[in-house]
Nanobody
Framework: QVQLVESGGGLVQAGGSLRLNCAASGQTKNNLFAMAWFRQAPGKEREFVATIGWSPASTFYLDSVKGRFTASKDYAKNTLDLQMNSLKPEDTAVYYC??????????????????WGQGTQVTVSA
């Protein structure tokens, strides 16, 4: 099993920045090929935000966060960060880290991942 723990959420004004961190532990060997960030706002479905595969070249983003969010992966430390700049009120959500040994299906679907963190709240005030 793999345990994922997110941190770094909080309250920030529109235009501000936050950096989220996801730390993986447990049976991480060969289980972190696919890592991603999702988010879920109240009353909405969980949506894909960003993912990094085996290399930084395999990085994809939700269109609405392109140019504002940057995902980075430390392959030695088994961590996944999400630098969020120019935050908007519509970015308010619980942000979840996800991981798996491979993308079981399309990377933007929750079904692609085996392991999930408990989430961290991000609130952006207008």
């Amino acid at each position: 099993q793999v345990q994922l723990v997110e941190s770094g959420g909080g309250l920030v004004q529109a235009g501000g920045s936050l950096r989220l961190n996801c730390a993986a532990s447990g049976q991480t060997k060969n289980n972190l090929f696919a890592m991603a960030w999702f988010r879920q706002a109240p009353g909405k479905e969980r949506e894909f935000v960003a993912t990094i595969g085996w290399s930084p070249a395999s990085t994809f983003y939700l269109d609405s966060v392109k140019g504002r969010f940057t995902a980075s992966k430390d392959y030695a430390k088994n961590t996944l960060d999400l630098q969020m700049n120019s935050l908007k009120p519509e970015d308010t959500a619980v942000y979840y880290c996800a991981a798996g040994p491979a993308y079981k299906t399309s990377h933007y679907l929750t079904e692609a991942y085996d392991y999930w963190g408990q989430g961290t709240q991000v609130t952006v005030s207008a």
